[in-house]
Structure formats: C-alpha cells, structure tokens
C-alpha cells in the first residue's frame, strides 16, 4: 500500500480542496446576489410623523415668540377673490355688496352661540349664492369631511360670470374653521402644499385652526403628495 493514503495529504491535495472550497463559496454568493436582484426592494413607509409636520404648521402661525395674533380687521382678501372673516360681515349685506361678494359659504352653519344662524333665505333678494358647513371649532371635530365640498364651491364661485366671482368664506371670528376650508381649497385646486397654501392665508391674515384641523390638513397634504398632485416645498 501507499504510505502516503494514510500519511498526511500532499500539497496537490490541498490545492485541490482549496479550490473546491472557493469555487464553493463563489457559487453560493453568486446565488445570494441573483436572489437579492429579484427580491424587489421593499417600498419605504409612508411618513406618519404629524406631529412634525403640525410643530411646522404652528410655528408658521405664530410670532417670534410663539404667540397667536388676534385678526386685526373684520375680514381679509386671502387670495384673490377670496375672503375670510369673521360673522359681523357675513350678516352685513350692504357691507358684502360693496365688497362685490356673489357667493357665502358658512363654516359654521347652524343657532348655537359658536355658529352663526344664517341660510339662504337670508341672502334672498341680494343676488349672493350661499352654501352652509355645520362644523365644530373643537379639535376632535372631522371637518376634513367637508373639504372636497367646500372647495367645489369656492371653485364654482370664482367662475362665476366668467372668472368675475368673489366668495366671502366666513366662520364666527374668521380664524380656525374657515381659514381651514380655505386651505384646503388651496391644496386641492391650486396645488399647493399645506405649508405653501397656511403661510399664503396667514400672510394676509391673523389665523390659528385648532390642532385638530391642521392635522387633518397634514393628512390631506400626505394623500395629494401620494398621487401625486402636490409637491412638498
């Protein structure tokens, strides 16, 4: 017999197991790389951090030391065509008439001391449109519901008698409830991200929606960035 079948290996047999083991180890990292290649890459989840988003939305409407700032007029032009403000006005025809008001969409619908208990029938005779939302100015309150329907609105007002519309949206003091509707028309006709369409009211106006309607205008502006209507500036 060979005393070298039972001795140590020769050196030739070392290579020999050497290279088996790389070729082994090639073809295996050569598989793992094809199985990654058709894996497709898992999407990236959707950020639901509000929160962020709402610290920015309350920094744009406060002051440099955190502070809210009461509306300083009765309503504002806040884009063109486009009025908010507060119920003195919205119960004030002559005051709407000068101001060439054809449409009035109430924000807050409805006979409790935090609405303003106005209806078509009150505008009778002065030839302006209305429309009525009977929302809540209370955090919990989803008035997002609405958003589609106010911005129809707005969007019909503005064309009416061929792009010569002014709409007055009003709520009680013109600041949380209508400013929000007013945003959201924004956004949806205008495609404006919610930061561009708050900074755009504010910046005519002294605002401050309550927290539960800006996160409901995050959310929107999440849904339009998704399908791809708006862009974050």
């Not at 990292?29 to 290649?37: I, Y």
């Not at 959201?184 to 309550?210: C, F, S, W």
């Amino acid at each position: 017999m060979d005393v070298r079948a039972r001795g140590k290996p020769t050196p030739v047999c070392h290579v020999q197991r050497l290279i088996s083991r790389l070729l082994r180890a090639f073809i295996r990292d050569m598989k793992n790389k094809k199985n990654l290649q058709a894996k497709p890459s898992p999407k990236k989840a959707p950020d639901m951090s509000f929160e962020v988003s709402l610290q920015q939305l309350n920094d744009l409407l406060t002051d440099e030391s955190g502070l809210y700032s009461w509306p300083t007029k009765h309503c504002h032009e806040v884009y063109p065509r486009i009025y908010v403000g507060n119920a003195f006005v919205a119960t004030n025809v002559l005051r709407l008439k000068r101001l060439g008001i054809t449409h009035i969409l109430n924000a807050a619908e409805g006979n409790s001391f935090m609405h303003v208990n106005t209806n078509a029938e009150f505008y009778s005779g002065s030839g302006i449109t209305y429309h009525g939302i009977p929302a809540n100015d209370t955090d919990h309150f989803d008035i997002s519901v609405f958003f589609e329907d106010a911005a129809d609105f707005i969007a019909k007002a503005l064309a009416y008698k061929n792009g010569k519309g002014k709409v007055y949206v009003h709520c009680r003091e013109g600041y949380s409830r209508s400013p929000t509707l007013v945003i959201a028309y924004l956004m949806l006709r205008q495609n404006l991200d919610v930061h561009t369409a708050l900074a755009t009211v504010r910046h005519k106006r002294e605002i401050g929606p309550n927290d539960g309607f800006l996160r409901q205008l995050c959310i929107l502006n999440q849904r339009l960035v998704a399908e791809g209507r708006i862009w974050n500036q």
